[in-house]
C-alpha cells in the first residue's frame, strides 16, 4: 500500500512539471509570435525566416523543400522579404540542376540578442545582431551589497542599468531585441527558468529568474549555466550540422561537463547533467562552496588552482611566482612559470593534470564521445595536462573506447560565455515559432 502511494505521489508531481514547462513554452512561443506579428509578418514568411536559420543551405530549392510552400510562392515570398530589408541575398551556389542558385540569409540588422555573463564579482554583456556579428562587449564590476538576501535585486537593477545604457547608445534598438540568455553560477534548472543556487553568490535560491527578468523587460528570457553556454559556443563554432557527440570539461570559475549528442545539449532529466564539479575526489582537500569537503570544483577550478600555488608560494616553496605579488597571480602567470621551466609550475600542474585525467577517464566511460574538449580559462594550460590526462586515460579505459577519441583544448575568450547565452536565446527564439518546421533536424 505505500509502494503505491509512493508511485502515485511520483506520477502527480512529474504531471504538474511537465504541464509546468507546457505552460511556460506557451507563453514564450505567445511572446515571440506578438513580436513576429508587430513587424507585420505572414506566418508562410516567418516559416521561411525559420527556415534560414536551421538550414545549411539556404537556396530557394531548399526553402521550399523544407517549409512546404511551393516554389513559386517562396520566391514571391523572399522578393517580398528583401525589399522589406528583413533578408538578403548572400552568394551563388550550384543548383540540382548545374545552374546558379542564389543563396539567401536573414539580414543582419532583422533583430538582436543579448548574452549575459554574471560572476562573483563582474557582469559581463554582449550584444549580437541576426548575422552573429558582435556589436557589443561589455565588463563591469558586480557589486553586491553586505546582505545576501539583497544580491539578487542588485543584479537585477545592475543588468537593467546596463540595458538602459545599451539602449541609450543607439547600437542596439530596444524595440528589435529578440531574446536574451543569461549564463548563471551555480545550478541552473534551464526548463523550468529556476537558478536554483549561485554557490559563490550568495543569496541565492530557487529563484524563478527566467519569469522574473521576462515580466521586467518584456522579452524572452532564458537562464543556463557556465558549462552549457561554453559547450553551445564551441558548437556553433563547429557549425550547427556537427552531429558527431562530444563532451567539454569546464574549467573556469566552476568545474562542469557539457554533453552534446546530435547537435544538441543534453540537459538530463532535471536540467543537471553534468554536475561534476561536485564529484568527490579527495579526502583532505578544501569546502567547496556546495559544501561538502574535497569535491572535484576545489582542485582543478581557477580559484582554487590560484589558492594551491598562493598556499605553496606561503610555505616557502621556491619558485619564480614569488616575484609576484599573491593577488596579482593569474592564470596566465603560472602559465608562463611552466613554459620557463619552473619546478614548481610544473609539478603542481603535473599532479592537477592526474586529478583531470581521472575526470575525463569517467566521461569518455560514461558517453564514449568522439572528441573530449577542456575549456574555459584554465584550458590555456593545457599542454600541461596532456601527459598526465593521457596516461589516466590509458590505465583506465578501455582501450577500444580510446581508438577514435580526440582530446582537445578548446580557445577561450573572456565573452565566451555571454556569447555562448546569447546564441542559447537566439535558438530557442527561432525554436519557438511553432511546428511548422521539424526544428532542429537537417
Known amino acids: 500500500m505505500l509502494f503505491l502511494l509512493i508511485i502515485i505521489i511520483i506520477s502527480v508531481y512529474f504531471r504538474i512539471f511537465l504541464y509546468y514547462c507546457l505552460i511556460n513554452l506557451v507563453k514564450y512561443s505567445i511572446s515571440v509570435y506578438f513580436?513576429?506579428?508587430?513587424?507585420?509578418?505572414?506566418?508562410?514568411?516567418?516559416?521561411?525566416?525559420?527556415a534560414l536559420h536551421f538550414l545549411k543551405?539556404?537556396?530557394?530549392?531548399?526553402?521550399?523543400?523544407?517549409?512546404?510552400?511551393?516554389?513559386?510562392?517562396?520566391?514571391?515570398?523572399?522578393?517580398?522579404?528583401?525589399?522589406?530589408?528583413?533578408?538578403?541575398?548572400?552568394?551563388?551556389?550550384?543548383?540540382?540542376?548545374?545552374?546558379?542558385?542564389?543563396?539567401?540569409?536573414?539580414?543582419?540588422?532583422f533583430g538582436y540578442f543579448i548574452g549575459v555573463s554574471i560572476e562573483t564579482n563582474s557582469i559581463r554583456l554582449?550584444?549580437?545582431?541576426?548575422?552573429?556579428?558582435?556589436?557589443?562587449?561589455?565588463?563591469?564590476?558586480?557589486?553586491?551589497?553586505?546582505?545576501?538576501?539583497?544580491?539578487?535585486?542588485d543584479i537585477i537593477r545592475q543588468l537593467g542599468k546596463e540595458l538602459e545604457s545599451?539602449?541609450?547608445?543607439?547600437?542596439?534598438?530596444?524595440?528589435?531585441?529578440?531574446?536574451?540568455?543569461?549564463?548563471?553560477?551555480?545550478?541552473?534548472?534551464?526548463?523550468r527558468g529556476v537558478w536554483l543556487t549561485g554557490f559563490r553568490v550568495s543569496g541565492i535560491g530557487h529563484?524563478?529568474?527566467?519569469?522574473?527578468?521576462?515580466?521586467?523587460?518584456?522579452?524572452?528570457?532564458?537562464?543556463?549555466?557556465?558549462?552549457?553556454?561554453?559547450?553551445?559556443?564551441?558548437?556553433?563554432?563547429?557549425?550547427?550540422?556537427?552531429?558527431?557527440?562530444?563532451?567539454?570539461?569546464?574549467?573556469?570559475?566552476?568545474v562542469g561537463a557539457g554533453i552534446v549528442i546530435d547537435g544538441k545539449l543534453y540537459r538530463g532529466a532535471g536540467g543537471l547533467a553534468g554536475e561534476i564539479g561536485h564529484l568527490h575526489v579527495t579526502e583532505d582537500g578544501d569546502r567547496c562552496p556546495c559544501g561538502n569537503i574535497g569535491c572535484l570544483e576545489t582542485v582543478v577550478s581557477e580559484p582554487s588552482i590560484l589558492r594551491n600555488f598562493q598556499r605553496r608560494l606561503a610555505e616557502g616553496v621556491?619558485?619564480?611566482?614569488?616575484?609576484?605579488?599573491?593577488?596579482n597571480l593569474d592564470i596566465l602567470a603560472i602559465y608562463d612559470a611552466a613554459k620557463s621551466g619552473d619546478r614548481l609550475a610544473r609539478s603542481t600542474l603535473y599532479d592537477l593534470g592526474l586529478f583531470l585525467g581521472e575526470t575525463c577517464a569517467t566521461l569518455v566511460e560514461l558517453y564514449n564521445p568522439s572528441t573530449l574538449l577542456i575549456g574555459g580559462s584554465v584550458?590555456?594550460?593545457?599542454?600541461?595536462?596532456?601527459?598526465?590526462?593521457?596516461?589516466?586515460?590509458?590505465?583506465?579505459?578501455?582501450?577500444?573506447?580510446?581508438?577514435?577519441?580526440?582530446?582537445?583544448?578548446?580557445?577561450?575568450e573572456p565573452n565566451d560565455e555571454a556569447i555562448g547565452a546569447a546564441k542559447i536565446a537566439e535558438r530557442r527564439f527561432w525554436e519557438s515559432l511553432g511546428k511548422d518546421l521539424p526544428l532542429g533536424e537537417e
Open 35 to 50: 513580436f513576429l506579428e508587430s513587424m507585420q509578418l505572414t506566418s508562410k514568411e516567418i516559416r521561411i525566416l525559420q
Open 57 to 109: 543551405e539556404h537556396s530557394r530549392y531548399e526553402i521550399a523543400h523544407r517549409t512546404g510552400i511551393s516554389t513559386v510562392s517562396v520566391t514571391t515570398l523572399l522578393n517580398r522579404l528583401i525589399e522589406d530589408g528583413r533578408i538578403t541575398k548572400s552568394g551563388k551556389t550550384e543548383s540540382r540542376s548545374g545552374r546558379p542558385s542564389v543563396l539567401y540569409d536573414i539580414s543582419p540588422d
Open 126 to 153: 554582449v550584444a549580437i545582431d541576426s548575422g552573429q556579428l558582435i556589436l557589443v562587449d561589455r565588463e563591469r564590476p558586480l557589486i553586491l551589497s553586505p546582505d545576501p538576501g539583497e544580491h539578487l535585486a
Open 207 to 254: 529563484i524563478h529568474l527566467r519569469d522574473i527578468l521576462e515580466r521586467k523587460f518584456s522579452i524572452p528570457v532564458s537562464v543556463e549555466d557556465p558549462t552549457r553556454c561554453i559547450s553551445w559556443r564551441e558548437l556553433t563554432r563547429k557549425g550547427a550540422d556537427m552531429k558527431e557527440p562530444f563532451v567539454l570539461l569546464y574549467l573556469g570559475s566552476g
Open 318 to 327: 621556491i619558485s619564480t611566482l614569488g616575484r609576484i605579488l599573491p593577488e
Open 166 to 191: 545599451l539602449f541609450a547608445s543607439g547600437l542596439v534598438e530596444r524595440e528589435r531585441m529578440l531574446a536574451m540568455g543569461m549564463s548563471l553560477p551555480g545550478m541552473v534548472d534551464t526548463e
Open 379 to 412: 584550458g590555456v594550460l593545457g599542454e600541461f595536462f596532456d601527459d598526465p590526462i593521457n596516461l589516466r586515460l590509458r590505465q583506465r579505459v578501455l582501450p577500444e573506447m580510446l581508438n577514435d577519441l580526440e582530446l582537445k583544448y578548446a580557445p577561450h
